[in-house]
């Protein structure tokens, strides 16, 4: 199913947010909206600035000593910065990362790792929950018969969909996604976007991805980041086919980038 | 048609063989040459000993100021020098530790800290013995003794388990950390869960050696209450702890330093025994540590 994404609420909006990095600025006064229930695309040369934008969401920018930034993002209006227990933000907003990383504790204990750290110790709630989880991202079949197997002795893309997994485990509404498939064979990544295309009715779903087909397969609106700003973003077709800048529509077809 | 050999090595090549075999017999030749005097002092001091190693010995009271008689006393006191030392050291280097790889941020405060504990490193122990004799005994008043003298080896040791504590954490990799905090983890439960889970040999390691060093050192002990003799209770639990927190004490250690170069006539093989003994007592503590690497380099998990 699509649903029309114009007719649902803005769930997450960026005013004005700039990222400083030191003295170099990695994200310059980004403004843009995603609605509920949809896929954003984000797309962009390397370095500019598309993860940077994915941590301010979820404030684990505040790791990064020398990042300062400036502006607002709202999550269902509400301004992140405002959130006085950052843990229930993060709690809401689901992160997988460019490279898989199995913890080095058994597949059952990776996906139950963030619900126990929310306090969930109930060994049957744990065991469904974690079933669940490996079944949305794929890999249940593959390693139903050995749960306790290191995480980190899976293959590269079943530890990515083992990220996917943990992700998943806190029944995120917003769902991160940086370059997912970037460490990951075509016939997993194949597997991966049609479960997120099934999760879009439960979540909403920020994909950053360095594949422009990716996006335009994926995505409902597309949001071309270059150098630290936004360039331009709408409806994807309408920035595949007709887009309002010439960078936009050259870097879409692959002539740079 | 010799020239016609596609494999035929250039002069370049030749030149380039003998070098590398010559540049692979230098570093061997050098690291066998250093097992030389590690055997000869091994050697020597287990046949200049021998005539003295036994149980009486071990068990026995240092008698006419360690010409006779045993070593109990200051092995005694070495053992629970070197406990007391770790039970001082080890909270304060491993919190230390974990506060400056885990938390601190990249800043002047922290690079000061680091400086601190290099320079720290640095200090020759006989300027710890004489910082201890200031600080713990001239200015805070307390009793030379055990405590005093461990505190004085702690203070010592404190910049080792700080440096190894670190190593073993930095060898956690970045992204698991990561990994956590995305997942709501607070710094403390991904400390807790992921990162000390995982570098835990490594701190234990450097805490054993540490212990090593404890042991063995005379300097830092010898101004805190280490002395020549002291009577020790025959029989009775007061046998096994002979001293009390702010008594003075016997220590191997000083106990072979003074036997050495003090008395006059002391035969060979009592310096030899005590000798001995220190250096099984440090050896067997390395292996412990050797031990306890190999066992999780075994069970490393990524």
Known sequence: MSPDSSMQPTHLEFRDLSVWYGQSKALDEITFSVPRHSVIGIVGPANSGKSTLLKTINRTLEFIDIAKTGGDVLVDGQNVKSIRNVYSLRRRIGMVFPLPVGLPMSVYDNVAYAPRRMGIHDKAQLDELVENCLRDSVLWDEVKDRLDLLGTKLSGGQQQRLTLARALSLEPEILCLDEFSIAIDPVTTMKIEEVLMRLKERMTIVLVTNLTQQARRMADAVAFINASQLIEWGPTEQLFNNPGKELTGRYLNGEFG | ?302
């Open chain 2, 1 to 302: 048609m010799p020239d016609s050999n596609p494999f035929s090595p250039s002069p370049y090549e030749l030149n380039k063989e003998s070098r590398a075999t010559l540049a692979e017999w230098t570093t061997f030749s050098i690291s066998v040459a250093l097992l030389i005097p590690v055997a000869l002092i091994l050697t020597m001091i287990a046949i200049k000993a021998a005539p003295a190693i036994s149980w009486p010995y071990l068990t026995g009271d240092v008698s006419r100021s360690g010409a006779a008689g045993g070593i109990w006393g200051p092995l005694m006191g070495t053992f629970y020098l070197t406990m007391l030392c770790l039970v001082i050291v080890a909270p304060i280097g491993v919190l230390a530790g974990i506060y400056i790889n885990e938390y601190a941020p990249d800043n002047k405060f922290t690079r000061s800290i680091m400086v601190a504990v290099t320079s720290l490193a640095g200090v020759p122990s006989i300027v710890h013995a004489l910082f201890g004799l200031g600080a713990f005994v001239a200015t805070m008043g307390m009793p030379k003794g055990l405590l005093t003298a461990a505190m004085t080896l702690s203070v010592m040791t404190l910049p080792v388990i700080i440096t190894s504590t670190r190593e073993a954490l930095s060898g956690v990799p970045k992204n698991f950390r990561e990994a956590c905090w995305n997942l709501g983890a607070s710094r403390w439960q991904t400390i807790r869960t992921i990162v000390l889970p995982n570098s835990f040999g490594g701190i234990l390691t450097g805490v054993i050696l540490v212990i090593a060093r404890a042991a063995g050192e005379t300097a830092p002990i010898m101004f805190m209450g280490a002395v020549m003799w002291l009577r020790i209770a025959p029989s009775g639990p007061e046998r096994l702890m002979p001293y009390g927190l702010n008594d003075e004490f016997m220590a191997l250690s000083n106990h072979l330093n003074l036997i050495s170069k003090d008395i006059p006539g002391m035969p060979e093989e009592m310096k030899f025994g005590s000798a001995l003994v220190l250096l099984t007592l440090i050896l067997f503590i390395n292996g412990i540590a050797s031990l306890v690497r190999l066992h999780l380099r075994r069970r490393k998990r990524w």
